[in-house]
């Protein structure tokens, strides 16, 4: 079984940086493939929304609204994937869920959320 726990939220000025963190415990029962650690996030009453990802080999993707302005990264050893967000906006107040993606050769892929972490930012 997989478990993430995400950390490192809070309450930030606009302008202000926050770095969230997402610890990996346990791999998922499948020969692996290929893995992304997605970050998202959910305002109050919106959908959840895609905001960051980092592959296995290191390729990092992010919407737009984070392009600039936050930064993914992964410490394959500590098993642990980052958020660096930098200029944070009040928009950007919502709570901050970590996703794991196992890609395996003999089965469906394998989604793992964490509890989340929730982001406040005031002007």
Not at 31 to 43: C, F
Not at 79 to 99: G, H, P, W
């Amino acid at each position: 079984q997989v478990r993430l726990v995400e950390s490192g939220g809070g309450s930030a000025q606009a302008g202000e940086s926050l770095r969230l963190s997402c610890v990996r415990d346990g791999s998922p029962d499948c020969s692996l493939v290929s893995y992304t650690m997605n970050w998202y996030r959910q305002a109050p009453g919106k959908e959840r929304k895609f905001v960051s990802s980092v592959g296995i080999s290191g390729t990092t993707a992010y919407a737009d609204f984070a392009k600039g302005r936050f930064t993914i990264s992964e410490d394959k050893a500590a098993n642990t994937v980052s958020l660096q967000m930098n200029s944070l906006q009040v928009e950007d107040t919502a709570m901050y869920y970590c996703q794991a993606v196992f890609f395996c050769s003999s089965r469906a892929p394998a989604r793992y959320w964490g509890q989340g972490t929730q982001v406040t930012v005031s002007s």
